[in-house]
């Protein structure tokens, strides 16, 4: 299928299924920038509401102690509305940092395309830790589970705690196979060194979501 025929729900389903196949068309879509802020888009639209709901139900960070100077008690509060930034910030700062590293390996994409495969690879790859994170903070927004028990079964040999580790592990392996195979298409290099740069442009997105989300 040529590139000018493909919709974003093609895209997005025909990046789950072909990863590598369907970036190499993506990377000729003049669209595909478009295509990759709609992706993140709504990724950061669900990530919202999950603090959105967070705050309503009165969790707060247990396990991982908020590296910014802000109370434990109302950091969901705050983190709804610098969620969206620090995303912004990581997506970009992974393409800048992809499109350093493959000019190391005669790397021929531009920044853009990097946007582009990252904005599809990480709404995708965040679908496994909403799957979990969604339904059960709306869960405790509207009161059928306590957020605070919650975060203990999460942190006990529970089910819950097994369910959760499956669906991150997921997420982390989805992200390791879709950033390299982007940035393969994206910046036409051979597979090892697709590999070195997506798994460290990854570690940049990951270390700034981590820097301001909890």
């Known amino acids: 299928m040529r590139a000018q025929t493909k919709s974003f729900r093609d895209y997005y389903f025909g990046i789950i299924i072909r990863p590598r196949r369907t970036f190499d068309v993506l990377v000729r879509d003049r669209r595909r920038l478009r295509f990759g802020l709609l ?102 927004a509207i009161g059928v589970i306590n957020l605070g028990e919650y975060e203990v079964a999460l942190n006990s040999p529970t089910i819950w705690r097994t369910i959760l580790w499956i669906l991150y592990g997921l997420y982390f392996i989805t992200f390791f196979v879709l950033f390299p195979k982007g940035v393969g298409a994206a910046q036409r290099i051979r597979s090892c060194p697709a590999i070195l740069v997506g798994v460290l442009a990854f570690i940049v997105y990951q270390g700034v979501f981590l820097i301001f989300n909890r």
């Open 39 to 140: 992706a993140m888009l709504i990724t950061i639209f669900q990530y919202t509401l999950v603090y959105v709901f967070l705050t309503i139900g009165g969790g707060a960070p247990s396990t991982f102690t908020p590296w910014l100077a802000i109370p434990a008690e109302v950091y969901y509060m705050y983190n709804q509305f610098f969620l969206a930034p620090s995303m912004f910030a990581g997506w970009v700062l992974a393409a800048g940092i992809a499109q350093l590293l493959s000019r190391l390996f005669s790397g021929k994409g531009s920044f853009e395309d990097n946007l582009s495969v990252f904005g599809f690879a990480i709404s995708i790859a965040s679908l496994a830790s909403l799957l979990h994170d969604l339904p059960d903070t709306f869960l405790g």
